[in-house]
């Protein structure tokens, strides 16, 4: 079992930036692919960014060149820093690791963006 809790989420204006952090338990972080996904009001759930374990990363079309996905094996954590944020951008943040049929997923973390 894996727990996630994600952080850094918060209130900012058009065009400002946040980075989500999100912190996961036990010892095989190093082997997961982590994700993250969001889900604004009304909509389904998208993937927005994601990092296997041997470092390949992807990106949502909506997100490319203004988001940025990491991680950090030493510290079991997955970031995603966020830039040039749009009122779109908002949505509930959640944190999501895989390996093979398991997913496991963080409690998420509130962006939103407005004047």
């Known amino acids: 079992q894996v727990q996630l809790v994600e952080s850094g989420g918060g209130l900012v204006q058009p065009g400002g930036s946040l980075r989500l952090s999100c912190v996961a338990s036990g010892s095989i972080f190093r082997i997961l692919t982590m994700d993250w996904y969001r889900q604004a009001p009304g909509k389904q759930r998208e993937l927005v960014a994601g990092i296997t374990s041997g470092g390949s990363i992807s990106y949502a079309d909506s997100v490319k060149g203004r988001f940025t996905i990491s991680r950090d094996n030493a510290k079991n954590t997955v970031y995603l820093q966020m830039n040039s944020l749009k009122p779109e951008d908002t949505a509930v943040y959640y944190c999501?690791?895989?390996?093979?049929?398991?997913?496991?997923w963080g409690q998420g973390t509130q962006v939103t963006i407005s004047s």
């Open positions: 999501s690791a895989s390996r093979f049929s398991a997913r496991y």
